[in-house]
C-alpha cells in the first residue's frame, strides 16, 4: 500500500499563474481533504472531497477550487497566484460515511513557491 | 466550533529528559484530539489519537498523551527524550467522525546532547 501520495513534491510558478495539484488517497478511502500550511504555522482547512463533491469548505478564496474522481482522486486547482499562496500543500485521506472513526492519513505535500 | 491552543512555540530539553508539550482545546461537540509529527520538508505523520476510549493514549515512539475533560487540555509527554525526537509537533482537533481537523500553531522540540 502506497499510502497517500500527491505530484509535484516541488512547483515553481509566477504571480498570476494558475497551478494544479495532485493527489491519490490511500487505498479504501473515500474522502480526500486539503489542507495550506504556511512556513513556521500548522495546516489550515482548505476544504473535503467526498462522493466526488465539496462537503467542507475552510477560509479560502473561491480562487482554490478542486475536484474528487470516481476513483477518489483529487486535485486541488489555484488560480491568479499569489506570493502568499507559497506554502506546502498537504492532502489527507480518510474513509467516511461510517459510524466508527477511521484515522486520516497525510501525504507529503507539495511545496508552491509563488514568485 | 473548534480551535486549539498549543503553550510555547519552542520547547529545548536535554537528551533523557522529559519531554511536555502542551495542548489546550476548544469543541462544542466531544472531540477527537491528535498529535502529529513532522519532521523538516515531509508530510504529517500520527503520533497518537483521542476518541473518546482510555483517557491516557499510548502512541508510536514512546510518546502517551492524557485527556482531561475539566481541563480541555491534551498534553503530550515522553518520559526521556532522544535526539531523533527533535521535531515540530502539532495539536489537532476534530469534533465529529467526518470533516475538518483544526489544527495549533505547532511546537519545535528541541534535543540537546
Known amino acids: 500500500d502506497a499510502g497517500v501520495t500527491q505530484s509535484p513534491t516541488h512547483l515553481i510558478k509566477t504571480r498570476g499563474q494558475q497551478v494544479t495539484l495532485r493527489c491519490s488517497p490511500k487505498?479504501?478511502?473515500?474522502?480526500v481533504s486539503w489542507y495550506q500550511q504556511a512556513l513556521g504555522q500548522g495546516p489550515q482547512f482548505i476544504f473535503q472531497?467526498?462522493?466526488?463533491?465539496?462537503?467542507q469548505r475552510g477560509n479560502f478564496p473561491d480562487r482554490f477550487s478542486g475536484h474528487q474522481f470516481p476513483n477518489y482522486s483529487s486535485e486541488l486547482n489555484v488560480n491568479a497566484l499569489l506570493l502568499g499562496d507559497s506554502a506546502l500543500y498537504l492532502c489527507a485521506s480518510s474513509l467516511e460515511g461510517i459510524r466508527e472513526y477511521t484515522e486520516a492519513f497525510f501525504g507529503q505535500g507539495t511545496r508552491l513557491t509563488v514568485v | 466550533a473548534q480551535s486549539v491552543t498549543q503553550l510555547g512555540s519552542h520547547v529545548s530539553v536535554s537528551e533523557g529528559a522529559l519531554v511536555l508539550l502542551r495542548c489546550n482545546y476548544s469543541?462544542?461537540?466531544?472531540?477527537?484530539l491528535f498529535w502529529y509529527v513532522q519532521y523538516p520538508n515531509q508530510g504529517l505523520q500520527l503520533l497518537l489519537k483521542y476518541t473518546s476510549a482510555a483517557t491516557l493514549v499510548k502512541g508510536i515512539n514512546g510518546f502517551e498523551a492524557e485527556f482531561k475533560k475539566s481541563e480541555t487540555s491534551f498534553h503530550l509527554t515522553k518520559p526521556s527524550a532522544h535526539m531523533s525526537d527533535a521535531a515540530e509537533y502539532f495539536c489537532?482537533?476534530?469534533?465529529?467522525?467526518?470533516?475538518?481537523?483544526?489544527f495549533g500553531d505547532g511546537t519545535t522540540l528541541t534535543v540537546k546532547p
Open positions: 489537532a482537533v476534530r469534533g465529529s467522525n467526518a470533516g475538518k481537523s483544526t
Open positions: 487505498s479504501g478511502h473515500d474522502t
Open positions: 472531497y467526498y462522493e466526488e463533491e465539496e462537503r
Open positions: 469543541s462544542s461537540v466531544p472531540p477527537y
